[in-house]
């Protein structure tokens, strides 16, 4: 489960999985401190919106 250079990146996630993870961590690609701390809520919907619709896709 690789959790260090995951990003939101189509290509990237592809790369992972063609590689033979189950599963991958993600930390400040996915929230930051800062999203938080500015209430960007709407921004951490629409990207964990789009990771859990590049996964489906894989």
Do not use: Y
């Not at 599963?23 to 919907?45: N, Q």
Request: glycine fraction near 10%.
């Amino acid at each position: 489960m690789p959790s260090g250079g995951v990003t939101l990146d189509e290509a990237n996630l592809k790369a992972w999985f063609a590689a033979g993870v189950f599963c991958v961590g993600m930390g400040s690609h996915l929230i930051d401190a800062e999203m938080l701390k500015a209430g960007r809520f709407a921004e951490l919907t629409e990207r964990t919106r789009r990771l859990m619709t590049i996964l489906a896709e894989i």
